[in-house]
């Protein structure tokens, strides 16, 4: 009455620190051959900022006043590094939310490092924040300065389809030829079972056969295990 106005102001809780879903220590660094889906896993995180966002609603009243509803509500973002698997990888053509297939790592603000042998450290978590800058050798993974937590504070749930290693690449075939898979597993330095390279049998018939047969594969090896 008389021309006053008055203000409601709500606002939903905030939070304070960012909600780990996956982050494991110890796990074994995936390997995929050809090309095939992983999951990432959340290797570093920094700079958690919540980001308000203030909604007004006004409705008139007799005489000239009224009443404004404030409504407040929070989304977040941080800097983000989740680990893939074994470099150097040839890219990531799609990812998966939830059901969801998508393609091009840009639209989730994401930046590949494919994983080369003494890898440079990201650029920016150089300039910002040296005192964590690692390269992660031989570690492919992906990276945003202000990833999306949407309102939950959390990393969704993504897959990633990885090009990986050994793609045969012609034809279209994105799997990768038997015959050059055994020798890596065996004789490899980082990940192979030890095997004397000197020893080792001329396995290009093997791979020709392969390939003539349409005997192509895309394994993830994803737990240390024992060379059999």
């Not at 106005?5 to 939070?15: G, K, L, M, N």
């Not at 150097?88 to 042998?117: C, F, N, V």
């Not at 045969?168 to 994105?174: N, S």
Request: charged share 15%.
């Amino acid at each position: 009455m008389g021309g006053k106005s008055s203000t409601i102001s709500t606002s939903e809780q905030r939070i304070l620190s960012m909600q780990i879903q996956q982050s494991s220590y110890g796990l074994a660094l995936p390997i995929v051959f050809g090309q095939n889906r992983i999951a990432g896993n959340l290797i570093d995180y920094t700079d958690f900022t919540a980001i308000a966002t203030t909604t007004r609603t006004t409705q008139g009243g007799k005489g000239g006043g009224g009443v404004t509803q404030e409504d407040t509500k929070y989304t977040y973002e941080a800097a983000v590094i989740m680990g893939l698997c074994h470099g150097p990888i040839a890219g990531i053509p799609s990812w998966w939310r939830d059901k969801e297939r998508r393609y091009g790592l840009r639209e989730l603000g994401l930046t590949l490092m494919t994983g080369q042998h003494e890898q440079q450290p990201w650029a920016w978590m150089q300039g910002k924040h040296p005192e964590r800058a690692l390269g992660y050798s031989d570690t492919a993974y992906v990276c945003s300065p202000n990833y999306s937590l949407g309102s939950n504070a959390q990393v969704p749930n993504h897959m990633f389809e990885v090009a990986g290693l050994l793609q045969i690449g012609t034809a279209g075939v994105v799997d990768a030829d038997p015959g050059q898979i055994l020798p890596q597993l065996l004789t490899h330095a980082s990940y192979g079972a030890g095997f004397p390279a000197a020893r080792l049998w001329d396995t290009a018939t093997y791979g020709a056969y392969c390939r003539a047969a349409g005997i192509v594969l895309s394994p993830v090896l994803q737990e240390q295990q024992e060379a059999r």
